[in-house]
């Protein structure tokens, strides 16, 4: 029986999807867990618990010591895992992406100096070490410009700022969120890059030998302008143009091979404009979220089975298609505590929409980005056109009425 290790964040979305893919393909899991064990007792799996994926080869160590029998294969469920699966492939003798090439993947300073290194598309940039060089930085830069968070996901930590009291805001701003998600925010510093215009997509491919193949390629077609930049629609296949579609996979397929990726899922993001193609980030996974449920019937199965598949050497055949398929991430309107969700009857019977998903709990705390990083949950959608599968999901969505009451703990240690 083939055996993997499967990097399981808690915080996780695509868990169970990842354990019912393994399911189905009969494969054993070895579950390898950043916190409690939700997930092994009642799947029979084998668990390795309280590992700190942010600790890579401390964290190698831990899973080793514990192993026991041989895997055929390790894979990240998400970003949090993705550079301890690389280190845990190298270390294992498993093919897959070495850990030097997904660094830079995982931290946006390390990513732009990898574009600009190579001669690609790269907007102008800089670090910024500490919160007292931004006076200095603030009076040199051309704006508007983006400050950002160095490794978090999901548009946290990311608010373009329009002029030099701006920016000081923002960055003080963006360091109070990294220092509160990243355990290294002190040494990390921010960055702060100029913005970019232009349209924005994504692209979701697969490594083999480090040849690119598209599996879809989406339009977000809800402006991402700012100043801050919640994900909703993504939609495909692209209503661009061959040629746009092209120049996005020949980008990505430059970046891939200038970063050393050559092996499985990758998921980038890019703005396209009229001076050509610029990536935003390449991430060595498949897209976050529940969002890869809208490619099951583009893949012919669900994507964690392909990435599966592909991880163990296993078939992989696609079926022609035709149809176009859209997802939201329900937006998160306020900050506060969600209790209910009305209306899901009559958005679930809107024509076209095959799922949504309420993700959040009742009595969860949540926030929109810059300081959230989760939504409300997916809406799904299916239909002959992008257009017609676009509409289904803004339809669906204004039928949803979410109650939210506001977080009484948060404004009193505001009002303190
Ligand atoms: P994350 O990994 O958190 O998604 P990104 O670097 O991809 O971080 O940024 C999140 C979003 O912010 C992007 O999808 C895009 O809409 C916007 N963004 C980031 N950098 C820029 C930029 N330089 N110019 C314009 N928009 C940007």
């Known amino acids: 029986m083939l055996r ?12 169970q999807d ?28 084998s668990p390795i618990l309280s590992l700190h994926f942010d600790q890579p080869e401390t964290a190698a160590a831990q899973v080793l010591a514990s192993l026991g029998r041989r895997v055929d294969a390790v894979l990240a469920v998400d970003d949090a895992g993705v550079e301890l699966a690389a280190v845990l492939r190298e270390k294992l003798g498993l093919p897959g992406n070495a850990p030097e090439a997904v660094r830079p993947t995982r931290d946006k300073l390390a990513f732009r100096q990898l574009l600009q290194q190579n001669g690609l598309n790269c907007p102008a940039f800089h670090h910024l070490a500490g919160a007292s060089e931004a006076r200095a930085l603030a009076a040199q830069l051309h704006y508007p410009v983006v400050v950002k968070a160095r490794r978090l996901s999901a548009s946290r930590g990311v608010i373009r700022a329009d002029d030099a009291q701006d920016l ?3 960055v003080r701003r963006v360091s109070r969120i990294q220092s509160g998600a990243d355990r290294d925010a002190g040494a990390l510093g921010l960055i702060v890059e100029s913005f970019i215009p232009g349209s924005e997509h994504a ?14 390629l989406f339009d977000k077609p809800d402006p991402l302008d700012g100043p801050y930049f919640e994900e909703s629609i993504y939609v495909t296949p692209s209503r661009l ?5 092209t120049a996005i996979a020949d980008s990505v397929q430059r970046v891939c091979a200038a970063a050393g990726l050559s092996h499985g899922a990758i998921h980038a993001e890019m703005r396209v404009n009229d001076t050509g193609v610029w990536l935003l980030e390449i991430a060595a996974r498949s897209i976050g979220g529940l969002c890869g449920r809208m490619l099951r019937w583009r893949l012919g199965m669900t994507l ?3 990435i599966l598949r592909h991880a163990l050497g296993l078939p992989i055949t696609q079926p022609e298609h035709s149809d176009a398929s859209g997802v939201m991430m329900i937006p998160v309107p306020r900050r506060g505590i969600y209790q209910s969700v009305m209306g899901l009857e009559a958005a679930r019977e809107v024509p ?5 998903r309420i993700t959040t709990v009742p009595g969860q705390r949540i926030a929109p980005a810059p300081e959230g990083a989760s939504y409300l949950g997916f809406i799904f959608s299916r239909a002959a056109t992008p257009a017609a599968a676009e509409a289904a999901l803004r339809s669906a969505h204004a039928k949803l009425v979410f109650d939210i009451q506001p977080d009484l703990a948060l404004a009193k240690s505001t009002a303190r």
């Open 241 to 245: 143009s061959s040629e746009l579609q």
């Open 18 to 45: 990842f354990l019912d893919a393994a399911h189905k393909l009969g494969v054993e899991v070895v579950s390898a867990a950043d916190h409690c064990p939700q997930f092994a007792p009642q799947r029979g799996l």
């Open 4 to 15: 993997v290790l499967l990097l399981l964040p808690i915080a996780s979305y695509r868990n």
């Open 352 to 356: 076209h929409i095959e799922d949504i």
């Open 203 to 216: 692209l979701e491919g697969l490594l083999e030998n480090g040849q690119l193949r598209v599996l879809a």
């Open 168 to 170: 000081l805001q923002q």
């Open 304 to 306: 964690e089975e392909l």
